[in-house]
């Protein structure tokens, strides 16, 4: 699991680089060598025929043309305005502040991930969830069904440069998820009498369904 996960991080690395390097570099052949400093031809096939693959699940996902790839030379060209979009982006989520961060995450799983409803935790007493939202994933039930219906995301946001998230932070998320599960986190004291931190989210409700 750890090799797999390995090689996902480098490809995106490599897509990254694809993308922001491109009014330099134009093939795959050039961009192999920039990252690895030496050439080998069955390699650059394997990484062309990843890149193409990649892009078209993308256009099939998103309805936008992001790469023209040519699979007989492996130049490519990337969409201008793409290029310049990701290096803002990736200059501001360099900068943002932890809270910001969350936000954004949270807006991910509304634009991207498709959920219904969304939100950013509080930044204290947040139980170790930074947001979380929820999206239906069968189309037609009964009133009474659509509360299991839902296909809950929760997740917790690590604003890192150049680190990777610990072992340590991934078994913390599950043992947020299985106290928000069970209804189970600690109370705070409020100004007016005592209450649950999510006490409302729908995701204790069903608690007990098997997975």
Known sequence: MGNL????????????????????????????EEIFGSTNAE???LLA????VFFQDAETLYGHSLLKFNNDTFIYQVNEQY??????????IDHITAGDFEKLCALFLKEIVGCEEVNATQCSHDQGIDFVGYKK???????????????????????YKNECVEVSEIRELAGAIYLLKTNDFSKKR????ERVIYRNQKCCNYSHRST
């Open 137 to 159: 994933y069968v189309p037609c039930l009964t009133a009474n069904e659509q509360n299991s219906n839902l296909l809950y995301v929760i997740g917790q946001a690590k604003h």
């Open 190 to 193: 409020a100004q007016i009498g």
């Open 5 to 32: 996960y390995a090689k996902e991080k480098q490809f995106r690395a490599i897509i990254e680089k694809l993308i922001i390097s491109s009014d330099k570099i134009d093939s795959v052949d050039r961009l192999y």
């Open 43 to 45: 390699e650059v096939q």
């Open 49 to 52: 025929e990843k890149i193409s």
């Open 83 to 92: 290029r310049q979009d990701l290096i803002q982006i990736t200059q501001v």
